[in-house]
Structure formats: structure tokens, C-alpha cells
């Protein structure tokens, strides 16, 4: 198999970013699981140090983003869910929801790797469901103090 590694867009999208003990631990466990096929398979298994290796055909070798697509779109199709959704969706989503929890534009432009903020306002931070509820209700009290 032929795959070529190539270099990130920016220079600030090569950055390290924070993450909780969850995602930790289920980092640990799927390292140990990979430890466990790389021991089995010892030098039939191509071990380059990638996090996410395929463990099926081709052992260790770099899982690609049209895999990780490809399957993504299997997996919705079966829960009948939204076919658009892309694993870039995710990243969408991630940041509309930091967003919700109230972090600053500055973290998520951080988390993002982003150095102009406009971009990070208009193409991710989506306004959702709860923002416009929570818009609404902090509408209303202030209408209800001005009684």
C-alpha cells in the first residue's frame, strides 16, 4: 500500500490542545488495544507510531479520511440519520457546542487553530437551538426588570 504524509495547511495547525480525562482514557484503552494486535502480530503488523492504524488488512498502516468517510456515511445510512454529515461536520459541531458552553471566541479560535476571528464567526460558530432559547429567555427577564 502507498500513502504519502504531507504537512498541515498552516503552521498553527500543527498545535497541541487540551483534553479531559475521559478523552484521555479512551485514548489509553485504544492504545492498549493496539499494543495488544501489534504483540500478536509482531512484524506482520507496520508499525509506524500512528494513533489511528487500521486493525484489519494492512495492519498499522494509516487509517485515511476517505476510510473514515466511507464509513461514517455506512453508519448513518443505517441509523437513517443525516447522509450529509462529513467527519469535517464534526468539527462544526465541536465548536457550536463550545460555543453553547459559553467559552470565549479567543479558546475556540485557540482550539481551532484559527489567527482571524472572522473566519471562526462565520463559517463555524453556528447558533443552535439552545443559544436562540437561552436568547429568549434572557429577552424576557430583561422586559420583566423594566416592569
Do not use: C, W
Amino acid at each position: 500500500m502507498e500513502y504519502q504524509l504531507i504537512t498541515p495547511k498552516t503552521r498553527k495547525s500543527r498545535r497541541k490542545i487540551v483534553i479531559d480525562e475521559d478523552v484521555i482514557r479512551a485514548l489509553k484503552d485504544h492504545k492498549e488495544n493496539q499494543n495488544q494486535v501489534i504483540q500478536r502480530l509482531g512484524d506482520d503488523y507496520y508499525n509506524k507510531d500512528f494513533i489511528f492504524a487500521k486493525m484489519e488488512r494492512q495492519f498499522g498502516f494509516p487509517i485515511v479520511i476517505k476510510n473514515v468517510l466511507d464509513r461514517m456515511k455506512r453508519l448513518l445510512k443505517i441509523a437513517g440519520l443525516n447522509k450529509e454529515l462529513t467527519p469535517h461536520s464534526l468539527r462544526h459541531t465541536h465548536t457550536s457546542l463550545l460555543a453553547e458552553a459559553v467559552v470565549s471566541l479567543e479558546q475556540i479560535m485557540d482550539r481551532l487553530g484559527h489567527t482571524d476571528d472572522q473566519i471562526t464567526k462565520s463559517v463555524y460558530l453556528h447558533v443552535t437551538q439552545e443559544m436562540k432559547k437561552e436568547a429568549s429567555q434572557k429577552f424576557s427577564e430583561l422586559m420583566r426588570s423594566l416592569r
